[in-house]
């Protein structure tokens, strides 16, 4: 599990990240936030079905217990392939 989410609002931002299932959520910058608009950018690398996902994270910005209103403006849900090296060490280093 990686998960790295990013808000900027009125040139302040705030960087949060999550390593470990269990681990510590990591914070740096923006304490608070004045504007009342705010752009959020989360990028969650998990172990569960891409369908899933996305109905988790639709599910949560439309909740209504939210006292704010979001918009999703673009939002992808895939399952790379298996990679692909273009070199390969002959031997263990």
Same mark, same amino acid.
């Given at each position: 599990?990686?998960?790295?989410?990013?808000?900027? =609002?009125?040139?302040?931002?705030?960087? &949060?990240?999550? *390593?470990?299932?269990?681990?510590?959520?990591?914070?740096?910058?923006?304490?608070?936030?004045?504007?009342?608009?705010?752009?959020?950018?989360?990028?969650?690398?998990?172990?569960?079905?891409?369908?899933?996902?996305?109905?988790?994270?639709?599910?949560?910005? =439309?909740?209504?217990?939210?006292?704010?209103? &979001?918009?999703?403006?673009?939002?992808?849900?895939?399952?790379?392939?298996?990679?692909?090296? *273009?070199?390969?060490?002959?031997?263990?280093?």
């Amino acid at each position: 599990m990686d998960t790295k989410l990013r808000i900027e =609002s009125n040139g302040d931002e705030c960087l &949060a990240n999550l *390593t470990h299932l269990n681990g510590e959520i990591f914070v740096n910058g923006g304490s608070s936030f004045i504007d009342e608009k705010a752009d959020l950018i989360l990028n969650a690398r998990v172990q569960m079905p891409p369908e899933e996902l996305e109905e988790i994270v639709r599910a949560v910005f =439309s909740c209504s217990d939210l006292s704010v209103s &979001a918009e999703i403006k673009t939002l992808r849900c895939l399952m790379p392939g298996r990679p692909n090296p *273009t070199y390969r060490y002959s031997c263990i280093i």
